[in-house]
Each structure stands twice: as structure tokens, then as C-alpha cells.
């Protein structure tokens, strides 16, 4: 007999090359395909993941990928493999913001702590938000090549991924988010492919503004700098797999622990 193929692995060839048969499969037509799914069910399931009728495989944007793949996995059964996000936008944008609402109500995610030459914030505790080194152990590091990627933020402070931790992390089949700069998801991509880099946006520029500037954390030189910083990162981001706009930090938080939690596999809340 010949071996059936499963509907996720008609869907990863389709993305991986548009242009095959898979790629120009109607999604209508791959959701049929599988057993037990008749043309109503079929119907929901397209209403649910926001896919239209017509639309083929091949053709699914990068979010809508991600749910039909999620969908597939649960439906099958299959073993998600782990995943690496990047979660990275313009300067004062709440990508810190979002992280800790993540750390503090998804505890089953597991975020990178970056290095860092910075000092602390008011609040910011060594080893939970970073690492905080000095310039000396930073270059150490760099010469034991235990960055996954580093680099100098606005011409002052440098941070640095830790290599080890993730590594380990994606081989014990858990998934990492990485909440980094632009410069950092970039080199990050270059080190690992498979990373799904998400970038998060302000609802408004003026916002964006009102953001940075209401912290208070920076003088008005600082700031001045960094709002220049941010037009620049902010023409990068169709650089990204996932744009997520930050109008409110829970929703925003959710959306990005959507992409690393695929339904169908033990949760991670039961792992010690």
C-alpha cells in the first residue's frame, strides 16, 4: 500500500515551496482530506482559523500558518517541536512591559534573560530581568562564544543572548522566548533560521513618543536619541514574520504566547 502523508506534512512542504502541488492546494481542499472532516466541519474550522474559502496553502500568511499548523498538530496528535520566538520592536514600545506580564502570568513560558553592561533600573533584580556584568565579563563571554548574538545599543550599553540556556531548552523540546533589539533578532535569525521573529508595534507614533517620554527613565539628550533610534527600527519591521500591535499589554502578551504554545502537547505547566 502506498503510505498516506499526513495533512501538516502536505502543509510544511506547501510553505517551504509555494510553488509545488502542496502550495497551490486549496486549504479547503487539505482540511477534506483528513478523516472524519466533512465539508460543514470543515467550514467552522476555516471560520475559526480566519482563513478564506479560496484561499491555497501555499498562499496563508505567517499567522495564519501559524494556527493552521497548531490546528493540525492538535487534530493529529503530532509532537510539537520546540520554538524559539523573538519578540523585538522600536525603543519604548513595552516590549519589557509585555515579557514581565508573560513572566508574571504565564509561568509555563520560558523567557531568555539577556547580559547586559547596563545598570539596573529601579525594580530590575540580577538574574531575573538580566544579567548584569561588567565590561570585563562581557568580553570573556564574547571570547567563549557564549553568545547566541550581542551588540552595542544605542551607541552605549551592551546586551548579549546566552547561548547555553536556549540551546538546552529547545533540546529538552521546551520553547524560549527571546525579547531582544532589532540588531539582536536580526543576528538571531542569521544564527538559527528557524526562529519566528515577531515585531511589536505602537498603536501611534505620537504614542510611541508619549511612552518614552513618561517613563522618565532617560535624560531629554537620551530620549531625543532614542526617538530617532525608533524610526529607524521602526522601517525594519517588515523584516518579521508577526507584526502584533501593543494597544493593550494582556492582549498583546497573549498573541505572542499563542505562537509558542501549540495546542495538542502536555502543557508545560506540568514539568518541574
Request: aromatic share 6%.
Amino acid at each position: 500500500h502506498r503510505r498516506e502523508r499526513r495533512a501538516i506534512d502536505v502543509a510544511e512542504t506547501a510553505w517551504s515551496d509555494p510553488a509545488t502541488p502542496e502550495g497551490t492546494l486549496r486549504v479547503r481542499e487539505l482540511l477534506m482530506s483528513i478523516p472524519g472532516m466533512g465539508p460543514t466541519r470543515v467550514s467552522r474550522v476555516m471560520d475559526e482559523l480566519g482563513i478564506a474559502d479560496a484561499k491555497r496553502v501555499g498562499g496563508l500568511g505567517a499567522r495564519q500558518r501559524e494556527k493552521l499548523r497548531a490546528w493540525l498538530q492538535a487534530r493529529e496528535g503530532a509532537r510539537t517541536r520546540s520554538r524559539l520566538v523573538v519578540l523585538a520592536g522600536p525603543t519604548a514600545v513595552g516590549k519589557g512591559t509585555v515579557s514581565a506580564y508573560i513572566r508574571e502570568n504565564y509561568p509555563e513560558v520560558l523567557l531568555s534573560v539577556s547580559a547586559t553592561t547596563r545598570p539596573p533600573r529601579p525594580g530590575e533584580v540580577d538574574g531575573r530581568h538580566y544579567y548584569f556584568v561588567d565590561d570585563e565579563t562581557f568580553d570573556r563571554m564574547i571570547e567563549q562564544g557564549e553568545f547566541l548574538e550581542y551588540a552595542t545599543v544605542h551607541n552605549a550599553s551592551r546586551y548579549g543572548t546566552p547561548r547555553p540556556p536556549i540551546e538546552a531548552a529547545l533540546k529538552t523540546g521546551r520553547s524560549v522566548l527571546l525579547e531582544i533589539d532589532l540588531q539582536g533578532a536580526r543576528a538571531v535569525k542569521k544564527a538559527m533560521p528557524e526562529a519566528l521573529l515577531v515585531f511589536l508595534l505602537p498603536p501611534t507614533w505620537e504614542e510611541l513618543v508619549r511612552r518614552l517620554t513618561g517613563r522618565g527613565t532617560e535624560s531629554p539628550a537620551e530620549q531625543a536619541r532614542r526617538l530617532e533610534t525608533a524610526k529607524v527600527e521602526l522601517a525594519a519591521q517588515d523584516e518579521f514574520d508577526v507584526k502584533i500591535v501593543n494597544h493593550d499589554v494582556g492582549r498583546a502578551a497573549q498573541e505572542v504566547v499563542e505562537l509558542l504554545t501549540v495546542p495538542g502537547t502536555p502543557s508545560a505547566r506540568t514539568r518541574s
